[in-house]
């Protein structure tokens, strides 16, 4: 006799989600990955597996750097039943850094030869700018008052 599956009540109430825990990106490089991420942007590097993925930590979010032709197979570690995932084209990750850091973030990256693509006051005058990293992903540097949080106002 087989199990049925446990049905949820449409009564059940929604719980607040407590944050974005991960983010993932894809790039076919991984090694570019670790110098851009690691090293351009300052990116603690969690852990890595060669050939296959590379996180690192920023803030409360770990964001996951895989490589796109291992992700779409299933996971050769039976202790992980990871479903296969995957995207193709660029991804987009927004970070978040107070309005007086915007600007100091946007000179940094021009000195190590990373071009600004665009840079936009959004309608309730948060500011951010976009910029890719060599694997084509659109980053994104943003106040965090673009979505109605709170900044940390640091001294430079």
């Given at each position: 006799m087989?199990?049925?599956?446990q049905k949820i009540s449409s009564t059940a109430?929604?719980?607040p989600l407590e944050g974005?825990?991960?983010a993932a990106i894809y790039m076919d490089d991984l090694e570019e990955a670790k110098a851009f991420y690691g090293g351009v942007l300052g990116l603690e590097e969690v852990t890595a597996r060669e050939g296959?993925?590379?996180f690192f930590r920023c803030g409360?979010?770990?964001v996951l750097v895989f490589d796109p032709t291992k992700t779409?197979?299933?996971s050769l570690d039976a202790r992980l039943a990871i479903p296969p995932h995957g995207s193709s084209g660029a991804s987009h990750i927004c970070f978040g850094a107070s309005g007086n850091q915007l600007d100091h973030w946007k000179i940094l990256l021009q000195e190590k030869g990373?071009?600004?693509?665009?840079?936009i006051t959004w309608p309730n005058g948060a500011r951010s700018f976009y910029f890719r990293d060599p694997g084509g992903n659109s980053l994104e540097v943003a106040q965090p008052r673009l979505w109605?949080?709170?900044e940390k106002e640091t001294v430079e």
């Open positions: 087989s199990e049925q599956p109430q929604i719980l974005v825990l991960e296959n993925h590379v409360t979010t770990v779409t197979k299933q990373v071009a600004i693509e665009s840079e109605g949080y709170e």
